[in-house]
T-cell receptor, first 115, second 113 residues
Framework: EAGVAQSPRYKIIEKRQSVAFWCNPI?????LYWYQQILGQGPKLLIQ????????DSQLPKDRFSAERLKGVDSTLKIQPAKLEDSAVYLC?????????????FGPGTRLLVL | AQSVTQLGSHVSVSEGALVLLRCNYS??????LFWYVQYPNQGLQLLLK??????LVKGINGFEAEFKKSETSFHLTKPSAHMSDAAEYFC???????????FGTGTRLTIIP
């Protein structure tokens, strides 16, 4: 079974530029998550989708971050414009159902450096 | 609100020695608890999880953890460390329903040959 795929793996941009990350979850997984992991910290949830609907985006900085999951499969996370403090690893995860007990499966992440 | 505290951001043990990584949680509802491992430049991989069944949970790679409600703890142990165990370990908590997964700050485990 293929795991969660993410691209690109690395991205370097200058502040005020825009950037987009792509995630393809495990086939059949209805729930998709985007996390931000700043160096030295644990992952922090940015947004959670159930199929193509948003379940939780309470920690998403909506003035600069946006995410979509068209057709309930792939997802894209965008930052526009980027700030220095956005430098982090962006992790995508998926699970088969919504529920606190569900195991989340993580992709390898996209490492973003904002100069 | 839920949270976890991982005591010790860095832990070093000798190869073959006991591994003990500490995690204490705070939760207003019965918790679900997880340990994930992260190898360099990789995503997180589930080691084990507690979902209110047996309090002693066995996971992959010889790791296990015990849920102790009275101590609000979920420490991770392995009897004998191997070089391949060197990684970052994250404890996480969620709750019944759609409580989001909240991670600790992680513990970096170093194995001394």
């Amino acid at each position: 079974e293929a795991g969660v795929a993410q691209s690109p793996r690395y991205k370097i941009i200058e502040k005020r530029q825009s950037v987009a990350f792509w995630c393809n979850p495990i086939s059949g997984h209805a729930t998709l998550y985007w996390y931000q992991q700043i160096l030295g910290q644990g992952p922090k949830l940015l947004i959670q989708f159930q199929n193509n609907g948003v379940v939780d985006d309470s920690q998403l900085p909506k003035d600069r971050f946006s995410a979509e999951r068209l057709k309930g499969v792939d997802s894209t996370l965008k930052i526009q414009p980027a700030k220095l403090e956005d430098s982090a690893v962006y992790l995508c995860a998926s699970s088969s159902e919504v529920g606190g007990w569900e195991t989340q499966y993580f992709g390898p992440g996209t490492r973003l450096l904002v100069l | 609100a839920q949270s976890v505290t991982q005591l010790g951001s860095h832990v070093s043990v000798s190869e073959g020695a006991l591994v003990l990584l500490r995690c204490n949680y705070s939760s207003s509802v019965p918790p679900y608890l997880f340990w994930y491992v992260q190898y360099p430049n990789q995503g997180l991989q589930l080691l084990l999880k507690y979902t209110s069944a047996a309090t002693l949970v066995k996971g992959i790679n010889g790791f296990e953890a015990e849920f102790k409600k009275s101590e609000t703890s979920f420490h991770l142990t392995k009897p004998s460390a191997h070089m391949s165990d060197a990684a970052e370990y994250f404890c996480a908590v969620s709750g019944f329903g759609n409580e989001k997964l909240t991670f600790g700050t992680g513990t970096r485990l170093t194995i001394i040959p």
